[in-house]
T-cell receptor, first 113, second 112 residues
């Protein structure tokens, strides 16, 4: 299961705290993505980045922030402004340009206590 | 942007029977249609994809068909086995550079 990794696997947060989820890939992919998955629901795009030092909001960006300082890394910060952050978070990467397979990390399950 | 609808949301089949999941999309310019399988608590993994220059693609017990005129594509699983039990997601390109719009998913349960 190499290629794209996420840490931690489980994360517990108290209300009002910011937390950062890690995503690293060694596939030399330019594009990286963050998705949120809620029970019984599909994948909703939070943020995506097509190249280093550039990123764009997805469909549900409010309460989240990202950075892309290195090609290999795309960390996601869940801020206290996110009203309902408990979810399964998935990071993915792909070759661009063009439409190609997205490779997913193993995910981080975030629970707000 | 692209809108992808997926049906059914749950599908229960007897082992050995076939399963079919259908997705519709809205953008006629879309040209890439992947299917992902997600087992409980695991990451989604690509099982098959199709590009708009072909109408069907097969890989062992799995096949995908594409109808560009009607803007829908379907996943067919034949001779289902218990290990086929999972959530299946379809997707279509959304805007530029690799973005995908995912369907809501289909929970497939294969009963022995």
């Amino acid at each position: 299961d190499g290629g794209i990794t996420q840490s931690p696997k489980y994360l517990f947060r108290k209300e009002g705290q910011n937390v950062t989820l890690s995503c690293e890939q060694n596939l030399n992919h330019d594009a990286m993505y963050w998705y949120r998955q809620d029970p019984g629901q599909g994948l909703r795009l939070i943020y995506y980045s097509q190249i280093v030092n550039d990123f764009q909001k997805g469909d549900i960006a409010e309460g989240y922030s990202v950075s892309r300082e290195k090609k290999e890394s795309f960390p996601l910060t869940v801020t206290s402004a996110q009203k309902n952050p408990t979810a399964f978070y998935l990071c993915a990467s792909s070759i661009v340009p063009g439409n190609n397979e997205q490779f997913f990390g193993p995910g981080t399950r975030l629970t707000v206590l | 942007g692209e809108n992808v609808e997926q049906h059914p949301s749950t599908l229960s089949v007897q082992e050995g029977d076939s399963a079919v999941i259908k997705c519709t999309y809205s953008d006629s310019a879309s040209n890439y249609f992947p299917w992902y399988k997600q087992e409980l608590g695991k990451r989604p993994q690509l099982i098959i994809d199709i590009r708009s220059n072909v109408g069907e693609k097969k890989d062992q017990r799995i096949a995908v068909t594409l109808n560009k005129t009607a803007k829908h594509f379907s996943l067919h699983i034949t001779e289902t086995q218990p290990e086929d039990s999972a959530v299946y997601f379809c997707a279509a390109p959304s805007g530029s550079w690799g973005k995908l719009q995912f369907g809501a998913g289909t929970q497939v349960v294969v009963t022995p």
